[in-house]
């Protein structure tokens, strides 16, 4: 029997000095030694195969048969142990030689999902989905899509256009909509499915939705919409029949109790109290009960802690602190609930909307970098992915996203004037999906 040529000893293998290598020890002809691993050239095939007969009849107490037997076992767990250590380094590397070429990996852990959502079946003929301020997905059935209008298409189509505004290379937010069908519920397929056009009435002479949520503590999923430019929220039933809440004066802006000044977002704690980010006028954050009453506020202009300029976006962890997007001082602060400063996370560019993850990790969506950041809660840059464009799959100013219960991921565009919808890529680390925080399940009456 002899060693097989090919076969190689793992680098990390060493040898007691007090081991000898007889050059007449073999190893069995039956097993097979991986080809594509390599020995260091210092190190013998015979190696770490034999200890001295003198320490080993130490060992057994001067009987030299017991010495020949353990002799023998020593051998077969050491040429074992090191075939092992073989194996495991050709398994460590087999991964990078199954791993596909090129790509670019532009959509990150996500496929995105083709003709998603569907041409806006409610628009009149020659109209289309405007600019998108906000999308919710309370089921992956049931999706929320804040459209800021309809917009006319041109008599004539350019060869590239792909259903929304963005593919002319033209800004969304550019032309004038007409407010008609501003909050829309879509299906898994992208299929509108409802259209609260009773409502759209709210949005006209202004500029329609900036943003879509529902509480996550809500049993009754009502649903809340922030429309900035009338200095208002609105605070619907779940199947939109019914307006249940007005917060704010209308064409009113104000920096007081009953008033906002271009209002961005909310978010809530779990016994309904909710914060509002106040926004593109005002420069503070409001606290109100779950009624709607005026408890404080906090924050100033400027660029001090504490102190803002365009408060874009609020979310809040599990121990209660609340995160605010500073987009245009670029980074995010961090407060207890009563608005006390505790922390920041500067260059952050403009972050346009922020929620913390059901994995309590930070997820934001940088507007020039057309990237989301994945940021642990001590404000550590953990993962990012994204890329500019009006393809399918590439983004123009994601305004708001969101996730369902199985993983999809959706994203609302300003400028690009569409929502689009990812679903998680087979094999990808799940550490890079994005996980809501979950909805409570609803109450059998809604």
Not at 49 to 58: G, I, Q, R, Y
Not at 123 to 132: H, L, V
Not at 161 to 180: H, I, K, V
Not at 254 to 277: C, E, M, Q, Y
Request: glycine share 10%; aromatic share 12%; charged share 20%.
């Amino acid at each position: 029997m002899t060693y097989a040529t090919h076969a190689t000893c793992p680098t990390h293998a060493t040898c007691p000095t007090h081991v000898t290598c007889p050059t007449h020890v073999t190893y069995p002809t039956h097993v097979t030694y991986p080809t594509h691993v390599t020995y260091p050239t210092h190190v013998s095939p015979g190696a770490c195969s034999h200890f001295s007969d003198t320490l080993l009849d130490e060992m057994n107490g001067g009987d030299y048969s017991a010495t020949r037997n353990r002799k023998g076992r020593v051998r077969m767990r050491i040429f074992l142990l090191s075939l092992l250590a073989v194996v495991g380094v050709g398994y460590a590397t087999a991964p990078a030689s199954l791993q596909e070429k090129g790509g670019d990996d532009r959509t990150g852990p996500y496929d995105v999902v083709p003709n998603w959502p569907q041409p806006l079946a409610y628009a009149r003929p020659g109209y289309i989905w405007g600019s998108t301020g906000g999308i919710f997905a309370e089921t992956p059935n049931r999706i929320f899509v804040a459209n800021r209008g309809e917009l006319k298409l041109p008599d004539k189509l350019p060869s590239g256009f792909t259903g929304f505004w963005g593919s002319f290379g033209e800004q969304a937010t550019t032309p004038t909509p007409e407010f008609r069908n501003c909050i829309v519920v879509v299906d898994a397929n992208g299929k509108a499915v409802e259209s609260w056009t009773e409502w759209d009435h709210l949005f006209e002479d202004g500029r329609g939705p900036h943003s879509v949520l529902i509480s996550p503590y809500d049993p009754e999923h009502s649903v809340w919409v922030v429309d900035d430019i009338h200095h208002q929220i609105f605070k619907f039933s779940n199947d939109g029949k019914k307006l249940l809440m007005t917060l704010g004066e209308r064409d009113e802006a104000g920096n007081d109790d009953k008033h906002f000044k271009r209002p961005t977002d909310i978010a809530w704690l779990p016994d309904g109290t909710f914060f509002v980010s106040d926004g593109y006028g005002n420069t503070r954050v409001a606290k109100f009960d779950r009624n709607g009453k005026f408890l404080m506020t906090w924050g100033t202009r400027g660029t001090g802690n504490g102190q803002f300029n365009t408060p874009h976006s609020i979310t809040v962890d599990r121990n209660r602190r609340v995160y605010v997007s500073d987009r245009a001082n670029n980074r995010i602060q961090v407060f207890d609930e009563n608005g006390k400063y505790l922390d920041q996370f500067p260059n952050i560019q403009q972050p346009y909307h922020i929620r913390i993850s059901g994995d309590q990790a930070l997820w934001v969506f940088s507007g020039p970098l057309d990237k989301f950041l994945k940021y642990d809660l001590n404000g550590h840059l953990v993962y990012a992915w994204g890329t500019h464009g009006t393809a399918p799959g590439l983004f123009w100013s994601v305004h708001e996203f969101s996730a369902d219960s199985e993983g999809n991921l959706y994203t609302a565009e300003v400028f690009g004037g569409r929502s689009q919808k990812f679903r998680p890529r087979p094999g990808a680390d799940p550490s890079h999906f994005y996980k809501p925080q979950p909805l409570m399940p609803k109450t059998a009456s809604n």
